[in-house]
């Protein structure tokens, strides 16, 4: 036997095995010779990174009207008193403007009558606060992947940054404190991800985040940041607060908070 088929038999003998275990791991039903054939080649490890992604793609469960709950607890800040938004809330948010911005080719800065006016989505979901509580709530808002496309994205755009207007926490410093999240594009132009303008059919309340909040269905309650003022894209975020991508994973919680 030549080199070079000795060496062809080693890793064909070594992809099967490897796949063996992954599907004796993941995947029991497929567990088929040909399948097994496709796992130790390179589509098969396309397949496999595509099946990741695919499932990051489901939607969360939507409930019905009936399911709704009666009460459904404000969370973190309930009332932000920094002097910028105070002011813009005594102007009913006439003057407030979404600004779009970071690595985009065409920055966006958009009103709540312009953002009312995007294409949105209505659902009705339950939001998990690693508090322990739940709550059901009925969301209407603007997609933001349509949104995101009428900006165009960079080449080089990985995450989406959600700036709010709180800061939570005395003591902080100027910038410390202040509320934000990010997610990755996968999150971004996933359906169920929207910038929400309305909260059980009605304008949303201050205490849940007026003018608006992100609702990002596959992820826990502090991902859901409220009271936005700015969108930026990027590239990576550590450069941002203390680093980690989020107010609460500064802190030591998980950036990826899915559910
Ligand atoms: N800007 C901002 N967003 C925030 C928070 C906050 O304190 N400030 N708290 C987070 C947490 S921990 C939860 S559980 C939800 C609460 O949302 P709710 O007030 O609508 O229940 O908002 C999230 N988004
Ligand atoms: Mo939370």
């Given at each position: 036997m030549?080199?070079?088929?000795?060496?062809?038999?080693?890793?064909?003998?070594?992809?099967?095995?490897?796949g063996?275990?992954?599907?004796?791991?993941?995947?029991?039903?497929?567990?088929?010779?040909?399948?097994?054939?496709?796992?130790?080649?390179?589509e098969?490890?396309?397949?496999?990174a595509?099946r990741?992604?695919?499932?990051?793609?489901?939607l969360a469960?939507?409930?019905?009207?009936?399911?709704?709950?009666?009460?459904?607890?404000?969370?973190?800040?309930i009332r932000p008193?920094?002097p910028?938004?105070?002011?813009?809330?005594?102007?009913?948010?006439?003057?407030?403007?979404?600004?779009?911005?970071?690595l985009?080719?065409?920055p966006?800065s958009?009103?709540l009558?312009?953002?009312?006016?995007?294409?949105s989505?209505?659902?009705?979901?339950?939001?998990?606060?690693?508090?322990?509580?739940?709550?059901?709530?009925?969301?209407k808002g603007?997609?933001?992947?349509?949104?995101?496309d009428r900006?165009?994205?960079?080449?080089?755009a990985?995450y989406?940054?959600f700036h709010?207007?709180?800061?939570?926490?005395?003591g902080?410093g100027?910038?410390?404190?202040?509320?934000?999240?990010s997610?990755?594009?996968?999150?971004a132009?996933?359906?169920q991800?929207?910038?929400?303008?309305?909260?059980?059919?009605?304008t949303?309340?201050?205490?849940h985040?007026?003018?608006?909040?992100?609702?990002?269905?596959?992820?826990?309650?502090?991902k859901?940041?409220k009271y936005?003022?700015?969108?930026?894209?990027?590239?990576?975020?550590?450069q941002i607060?203390?680093?980690?991508?989020?107010?609460?994973?500064d802190r030591?919680?998980?950036?990826?908070?899915g559910?």
């Amino acid at each position: 036997m030549t080199k070079t088929a000795n060496r062809r038999r080693w890793l064909t003998g070594a992809g099967v095995s490897l796949g063996s275990l992954w599907l004796a791991a993941c995947d029991r039903l497929t567990a088929s010779p040909a399948y097994m054939k496709t796992l130790a080649s390179a589509e098969g490890l396309t397949r496999r990174a595509q099946r990741l992604v695919t499932d990051r793609k489901a939607l969360a469960r939507e409930f019905k009207p009936a399911d709704l709950s009666p009460w459904f607890k404000p969370n973190g800040t309930i009332r932000p008193a920094d002097p910028e938004y105070v002011a813009l809330l005594a102007e009913n948010f006439a003057n407030w403007r979404l600004e779009i911005g970071g690595l985009v080719e065409r920055p966006l800065s958009l009103s709540l009558a312009e953002l009312r006016a995007q294409p949105s989505r209505t659902q009705i979901t339950r939001h998990d606060c690693v508090e322990g509580w739940s709550a059901i709530g009925k969301w209407k808002g603007a997609r933001l992947g349509p949104l995101l496309d009428r900006a165009g994205l960079k080449e080089n755009a990985r995450y989406v940054v959600f700036h709010c207007a709180d800061r939570l926490g005395a003591g902080e410093g100027p910038e410390g404190g202040k509320y934000y999240e990010s997610i990755d594009l996968i999150d971004a132009y996933h359906p169920q991800t929207i910038l929400a303008y309305e909260m059980n059919d009605a304008t949303l309340p201050v205490a849940h985040g007026a003018p608006v909040r992100l609702r990002v269905e596959r992820q826990l309650g502090y991902k859901q940041a409220k009271y936005i003022m700015r969108i930026e894209v990027v590239d990576r975020f550590d450069q941002i607060g203390r680093g980690n991508g989020g107010f609460w994973p500064d802190r030591g919680y998980e950036w990826y908070a899915g559910i």
